[in-house]
């Protein structure tokens, strides 16, 4: 159980397009989602939580219009990267925590999304 | 200072041996406490989870906190060749509502383990 996907696994895109990215919860229903940026020999950074039916809350420092998240349901979660630079070429990884177990100290992750910029 | 400070390694470790992994963190409402592995190209995978002061065993993984030092260490004994990654320690601190998200994981940045057949 406490399975997450990610898709796509990996994408190449070009300078100035944008990419999405999806987060789902396989076997469980998920509240609150959140999303990481880990680059090269870095550790994770936490970008936003998402919680289903409201606004994504943002890190200091992420750009919120640059990095669009929609928690539509209360099994995906996405990422949309506008307006891509190869800046924002990293490991993009999402986490989930289960509805019903609010004292779960656990937050699965899912297998990430590999973004390459050129 | 780091919120959540680890030797970056290498550490090497032969096989058999026991592997000693340490963190420190500086928020002193940190609540619960983890250990992930990574692999290379892989996202994290939660080895052990701690949230009271003490010792917390789970096979060959022992993991220890000790709040008053603001300390957290992972064990591993008789090390085994895919033990080799890094090692990622996690502290969360909670506040309000978890239904609203209030929560947050702070990661250090990795210890890399090798473990040497």
């Known amino acids: 159980g406490a399975v997450v996907s990610q898709h796509p696994s990996w994408v190449i895109c070009k300078s100035g397009t944008s990419v999405k990215i999806e987060c789902r919860s396989l076997?469980?229903?998920?509240?609150?989602m959140f999303w990481y940026r880990q680059f090269p020999k870095q550790s994770l950074m936490l970008m936003a939580t998402?919680?289903?039916?409201?606004?994504?809350?943002?890190e200091q420092g992420v750009e919120k219009d640059k990095f669009l998240i929609n928690h539509a349901s209360l099994t995906l979660s996405t990422l949309t990267v506008t307006s891509a630079h190869p800046e924002d070429s990293s490991f993009y990884i999402c986490?989930?925590?289960?509805?019903?177990?609010?004292?779960?100290?656990?937050?699965?992750f899912g297998p990430g999304t590999r973004l390459t910029v050129t | 200072q780091k919120e959540v400070e680890q030797n970056s390694g290498p550490l090497s470790v032969p096989e058999g041996a026991i592997a000693s992994l340490n963190c420190t963190y500086s928020?002193?409402?940190?609540?619960?406490f983890f250990w992930y592995r990574q692999y290379s190209g892989k996202s994290p995978e939660l080895i052990m989870s701690?949230?009271?002061?003490g010792d917390k065993e789970d096979g060959r993984f022992t993991a220890q906190l000790n709040k008053a030092s603001q300390y957290v260490s992972l064990l591993i004994r008789d090390s085994q060749p895919s033990d080799s990654a890094t090692y990622l320690c996690?502290?969360?601190?909670?506040?309000?509502?978890?239904?609203?998200?209030?929560?947050?994981?702070?990661f250090g940045t990795g210890t890399r383990l090798t473990i040497i057949p």
């Open positions: 998402s919680n289903e039916g409201s606004k994504a809350t943002y």
């Open positions: 986490s989930a925590r289960e509805v019903r177990d609010l004292l779960s100290y656990e937050q699965y």
């Open positions: 928020d002193r409402v940190s609540q619960s």
């Open positions: 076997d469980f229903q998920a509240t609150t």
């Open positions: 996690a502290v969360r601190v909670i506040w309000g509502d978890l239904n609203f998200g209030n929560e947050k994981l702070t």
């Open positions: 701690i949230y009271s002061n």
